[in-house]
T-cell receptor, first 111, second 115 residues
Framework: GENVEQHPSTLSVQEGDSAVIKCTYSDSASNYFPWYKQELGKGPQLIID?????GEKKDQRIAVTLNKTAKHFSLHITETQPEDSAVYFCAASGRYSTLTFGKGTMLLVSP | DAGVIQSPRHEVTEMGQEVTLRCKPI?????LFWYRQTMMRGLELLIY????????DSGMPEDRFSAKMPNASFSTLKIQPSEPRDSAVYFC?????????????FGDGTRLSIL
């Protein structure tokens, strides 16, 4: 089955800095890669996603890049703000729209 | 629009008791997923349904766990008998199934504590 590795497990940045989270996947058949943000006491919320026919996607301060050959994808957050502090999960698709999740990255943005 | 609704939000019970978690998916979604989240193991897929039919329950940890989806708007996850190691946050998610992967929408979970 699919295996998703996510790094780093924790990331501390100063407000205004950029943050980068990286993931690798094992199944070359995976074609959809979402990113979720989870705040305390809440369920994961989709923040951005990318499909395998696209190399990069941007939404305001958030961008995702995909390298299909190397089987890795990354989340980039620019101009970080304290409200960006949360746990971020990457995922890769499987059959029947199933997702395999990485173990998560705890992002802490200090004012 | 209403999102995925889970109940109860918190459940505290003694070991050996039966626990039932409930989920109402987003209207129009035809796939439903149950996950368990712990610090040690992260987000684990327990079981998923497509058009109310269980497709893969290989993630269900033991026979003490069972799940049903009697109709398109309701699903339950039952643990009987419960054990302390079942303590975790249980999430339900729903989506539409397509040829390509689709975003899953999560509820806010049920925090389960077994004493």
């Amino acid at each position: 089955g699919e295996n998703v590795e996510q790094h780093p497990s924790t990331l501390s940045v100063q407000e205004g800095d950029s943050a980068v989270i990286k993931c690798t996947y094992s199944d070359s058949a995976s074609n959809y890669f979402p990113w979720y943000k989870q705040e305390l006491g809440k369920g994961p919320q989709l923040i951005i996603d990318i499909r395998s026919n696209v190399g990069e996607k941007k939404d305001q301060r958030i961008a995702v890049t995909l390298n299909k050959t190397a089987k890795h994808f990354s989340l980039h957050i620019t101009e970080t703000q304290p409200e960006d502090s949360a746990v971020y999960f990457c995922a890769a698709s499987g059959r029947y729209s199933t997702l395999t999740f990485g173990k998560g990255t705890m992002l802490l943005v200090s004012p | 629009d209403a999102g995925v609704i889970q109940s109860p939000r918190h459940e505290v019970t003694e070991m050996g008791q039966e626990v039932t978690l409930r989920c109402k998916p987003i209207s129009g979604h035809n796939s439903l997923f149950w996950y368990r989240q712990t610090m040690m193991r992260g987000l684990e897929l327990l079981i998923y349904f497509n058009n109310n039919v269980p497709i893969d329950d290989s993630g269900m940890p033991e026979d003490r766990f069972s799940a049903k989806m009697p109709n398109a708007s309701f699903s339950t996850l039952k643990i009987q008998p419960s054990e302390p190691r079942d303590s975790a946050v249980y999430f339900c998610a729903s989506t539409t199934t397509g040829y390509q992967g689709q975003p899953q929408h999560f509820g806010d979970g049920t925090r389960l504590s077994i004493l």
